[in-house]
């Protein structure tokens, strides 16, 4: 079984500024990554995924994240970050024949 | 919007008490996953169907039960409910069962309140 780990769980940043947000994973098969969105009162969306092929996946919204197989990670990073990028992110692996887990979530907080 | 429909959007009952929690999944879609997010234990998984049957379960309760409909819709039941089960109650659904098939498409959630 796969596991998710977010390493910060809440993440101030001010407009403008660059942010990363950290996800590490275990999994002793090859793993699909995805990170999800969640804005106040809504459900999940997908930001962005990777299933296979170049290690950087572009995203959504400005959003890009890079497939580390060495350092077992998957970090989100945007250049500049807006007041509407408040919300809280979730990382989530899955591995073929099992089910989607998600990271405890990242609280993304963009002060002007 | 995501196309996956949640009905109610509120729910508050008592202890003890039964509820029905309503999922429509987007068109097309033959998976449909419950997940139950709260403060304490953040997203977990609950149940998977796949075009009427059962794929996978998770942490779910034996007070809990779910099932998918012909018409693809899905019911999570909650009985017994104790002051612990209040949660937002996601519904998701995707074409198929794996991550090749993602991704999974979630809807707005019902907030269940158990007071």
């Known amino acids: 079984a796969q596991s998710v780990t977010q390493l910060d769980s809440q993440v101030p940043v001010f407009e403008e500024a660059p942010v990363e947000l950290r996800c590490n994973y275990s999994?002793?098969?090859?793993?699909?990554l995805f990170w999800y969105v969640q804005y106040p009162n809504q459900g999940l969306q997908l930001l962005l995924k990777?299933?296979?092929?170049?290690?950087l996946v572009k995203g959504i919204n400005g959003f890009e994240a890079e497939f580390n197989k060495s350092q077992t990670s998957f970090h989100l990073r945007k250049p500049s970050v807006h007041i509407s990028d408040t919300a809280e992110y979730f990382c989530a692996a899955q591995t073929s024949g099992s089910r989607l887990t998600f990271g405890e979530g990242t609280q993304l907080t963009v002060n002007p | 919007d995501s196309g996956v429909t949640q009905t109610p959007k509120h729910l508050i009952t008592a202890t003890g008490q039964r509820v029905t929690l309503r999922c429509s999944p987007r068109?097309?879609?033959?998976?449909v996953y419950w997940y139950q997010q709260s403060l304490d234990q953040g997203l977990q998984f609950l149940i998977q169907?796949?075009?009427?049957?059962?794929?996978a379960k998770g942490n779910i309760l034996e007070r809990f039960s779910a099932q998918q409909f012909p018409d693809l819709h899905s019911e999570l039941n909650l009985s017994s409910l104790e002051l612990g089960d209040s949660a937002l109650y996601f519904c998701a659904s995707s074409v198929g069962q794996g991550p090749e098939n993602s991704p999974l498409h979630f809807g707005n959630g019902t907030r269940l309140t158990v007071t």
């Open positions: 169907y796949y075009n009427g049957e059962e794929r």
């Open positions: 068109s097309g879609d033959l998976s």
């Open positions: 999994s002793s098969v090859s793993v699909y």
């Open positions: 990777y299933l296979s092929g170049s290690t």
